[in-house]
Nanobody
Framework: QVQLVESGGGLVQPGGSLRLSCAASGSIFSFNAVGWHRQATGKERELVAVIPRSGITNYADSVKGRFTISRDVAKNTVYLQMNSLKPEDTGVYYC???????????WGQGTLVTVSS
């Protein structure tokens, strides 16, 4: 079973930047797509950005122009570069994807991002 492990969260001031990493224990191409989701306290989990096998990225309207999802195939890692952070970006960020072979969803444990002065 391929696992996903997030890292890179922390406390940052409004306007600051963070880069999150999602390391897969196997090939990221074993997923049809890998996405970053976030969940704020008291809210539902929402999709922030996704990168499918094709490499054509897609973003939530709230983060377009500020966040960039990318991948390093050799390292089996997907990144989320977050710039111009706002307090409303605060939440637990999860990476996840659906395995092609088993159709099973796989999620990481999450990493907390707090944007506050």
């Amino acid at each position: 079973q391929v696992q996903l492990v997030e890292s890179g969260g922390g406390l940052v001031q409004p306007g600051g930047s963070l880069r999150l990493s999602c390391a897969a224990s196997g090939s990221i191409f074993s997923f049809n797509a890998v996405g970053w989701h976030r969940q704020a306290t008291g809210k539902e989990r929402e999709l922030v950005a996704v990168i499918p096998r094709s490499g054509i990225t897609n973003y939530a309207d709230s983060v377009k122009g500020r966040f960039t999802i990318s991948r390093d195939v050799a390292k089996n890692t997907v990144y989320l570069q977050m710039n111009s952070l706002k307090p409303e970006d605060t939440g637990v960020y999860y990476c996840g994807g659906r395995r092609i072979a088993s159709n099973a969803e796989v999620w990481g444990q999450g990493t907390l991002v707090t944007v506050s002065s």
